[in-house]
């Protein structure tokens, strides 16, 4: 077991880390805002499938090998750069809110159409971050720098540490996740009646991506 000092040192560390802005922060507010709670969630969701993986690929070694390998280190990271700033075009060009799957299906008449029409946002939400997180090797380094510091071969198995502190990093995770996706969709109302707004945080958001891609690459 991990000593509750440890643990508290490992906690604050890891909310330091998600207060940070950075492309998972930026997508969750923009999925939020633009197209609603439920998607920001499926957003986070994907961002959590994402860590657990590359917790796992910590622990097996994954990120060793990368750093070892250089040419596949840069082969990830600038298939994430441009994915992220693929991401931030689609953004920049999107017309702005979409209108709620209840609203589309009354509009439309058909109730299938519009419970088809809700799920295809939640999965493209779902992928986006999955692959934002996914395709970014530093997410990779990070865990595999951040959670050896915390293990102690003398507190017990050391996989079992590496599980409990994978899983204190996933709960804090999606907690920070589900905090920006309520607080963007709060707001959300008010920028739906102010298109200068939409088109400001579109703009933003946009160019936030495109920036980390391009740190991404050039790191």
Known sequence: MISTHLLAVYIAALFVVYAVPGPDMALILQTSIARGVRSGFAAAAGLGLSRA???????????????????????????????????GIQIFRSPGFALPAEERGAAGGAKGSAVGSAARPLRTAFVKGLLTNLLNPKALLFCSVLLPQFVRPEAGPVALQMVELGLVLLVIGACFDALYALGAA?????????????TLQRWTFSAALIGFALRLSLD
Do not use: E, F, K
């Not at 796992?56 to 990271?77: H, K, Q």
């Not at 709060?186 to 102010?194: N, S």
């Open 53 to 87: 993986t590359h917790v796992t690929l910590s622990a097996c070694g994954m990120a060793a090998l990368l750093r070892n390998a250089p040419w596949l280190y840069d082969a990830v990271r600038y298939v994430g750069a441009v994915y992220l700033a693929w991401v």
């Open 186 to 198: 709060r707001i959300a109302d008010w920028m739906r009646a102010h298109p200068l707004a939409q």
